[in-house]
Every structure is written in C-alpha cells, then in structure tokens.
C-alpha cells in the first residue's frame, strides 16, 4: 500500500531538494465537473465497487462535496461503511488516492431528485503515480447536450451552497 503524504488536499511532495505543491482542492474548484475520477467503495460481500465521477467541490482542505447517483452501488456502500477513496489522474503528473469517510448530506438534491450530495471527511492522500512514467493529462469529457450542461450547472451550485 503507498504510504500516506497528506492529511489534506494540499498535498507537498519533496523529490531530490525539490518541493512539488499538488492543491487538489484547487484543481477540483477550477475544473468544476472535469476532474473524472475514480470513487472506490467496499460492496456487502467484500468485493470491491469502481466508479468514474466528476461532480466535485471542496470548501477547504479537509472536505468535498460529491454530487452522486442515489441509486447507485458506490451510494449504498457509503450509507453502509462510509468507506471511500478517490483516485484522481490528472494533467501535471497528478496521481493520488484520497481516502475518506462519506456522508450522504441531502438526499436528493434540490435540483435532480437522481442525484444526492456526499459530505467526504479526508482522511489522508496517498501518491500514486509511477517512477517511470509522468501522468500529463487525465479523461477529457464534454458534456453531450445543453441540458447536460444545465444539470452540471445546477449540481455544482448546489454542492457548492451545502458547504
């Protein structure tokens, strides 16, 4: 298991008398619902659950708010454990694991009653990237529809006012 670099998501890595400043609060916050990543849960049986995500906030260092699906596996192994960790890749070599405990805070959301928002504590940030290679961009999305883009809108105000 990679060892933990943070406690938060201002993340500080020294390579070779070198200091990297990795803010994942701040590439979340800029990138409102472009940052795709990987939310790991623990399904009933002990078998592990994956999905992609992107609807995102964070109020500080320490939090994030996460627009959801609420009939999703990943929302009901919240409910259950509160276990998660976002795997983020990103442009500029951005490889981490955020490890948390998440809380489903409104159910449903206000403007899409498919959709929830989770409160996630972070627990910790490990380092995932390779030695031999340098991560230099992460998944490019763009929404299909206008009405699309009017969910994002929504969900991301949204989340940003349950902080």
Do not use: W
């Amino acid at each position: 298991m990679a060892k933990i670099v943070s406690e938060d998501l201002v993340v500080r890595i020294e390579k070779k008398g070198q200091v990297s400043v990795f803010d994942l609060a701040r590439i979340f916050n800029e990138n409102p619902n472009r940052v795709v990543s990987v939310v790991g849960t623990v399904n009933e049986d002990g078998t592990p659950n994956t999905a992609p995500m992107s609807l995102f906030y964070c109020p500080d260092e320490r939090t994030i708010i996460a627009g959801m699906t609420r009939a999703s596996r990943t929302v009901e192994n919240l409910r259950r454990t509160g276990r998660v960790i976002i795997e983020v890749l990103y442009d500029g070599d951005v490889g981490f694991g955020i490890i948390g405990r998440g809380t489903v805070i409104r159910d449903p959301l206000e403007c899409n009653d498919a959709t929830c928002a989770v409160k996630i504590e972070v627990l910790g940030v490990k380092r995932d990237t390779s030695p031999a290679q340098i991560i230099t961009a992460g998944v490019r999305i763009t929404p299909r529809s206008e009405r699309a883009i009017e969910y994002e809108k929504a969900v991301m105000e949204e989340l940003k006012g349950l902080s």
